[in-house]
């Protein structure tokens, strides 16, 4: 079991920045790739990054420029810089987290998810 648990959101003007932070607990070390999503009401839950144990990263085209994920192995958490923020970067933010062992095969955690609100 893993357990995930997203902080950093709240309110930002646009063109501000936010950097969101997940933790995970439980069993991290068989998390291989851990993730951000996020979802607006009404709307399907959108990938933004993801980031693999050894630091590769791949991210949402639309976001690549302004959005940076990173992960403290460590210290078992992940981040995601935001910059230049933009209303239509207003949603929920959702740290996920993939683990693949032989007995369990591929499973996916998912935190509580974080407001991120970009306003005037």
């Known amino acids: 079991q893993v357990q995930l648990v997203e902080s950093g959101g709240g309110l930002m003007q646009p063109g501000g920045s936010l950097r969101l932070s997940c933790k995970a607990s439980g069993n991290t070390d068989i998390i291989f790739v851990m993730g951000w999503y996020r979802q607006t009401p009404g709307k399907k839950r959108e990938w933004v990054a993801t980031?693999?144990?050894?630091?590769?990263?791949n991210y949402a085209d639309s976001l690549k420029d302004r959005f940076v994920i990173s992960r403290d192995n460590a210290q078992n958490t992940l981040y995601l810089q935001m910059n230049s923020l933009k209303p239509e970067d207003t949603a929920v933010y959702y740290c996920?987290?993939?683990?693949?062992?032989?007995?369990?095969?591929?499973?996916?955690?998912w935190g509580q998810g974080t407001q991120v609100t970009v306003s005037s």
């Open positions: 996920h987290a993939n683990t693949h062992t032989p007995s369990q095969g591929s499973l996916d955690y």
């Open positions: 980031i693999t144990y050894t630091g590769h990263a």
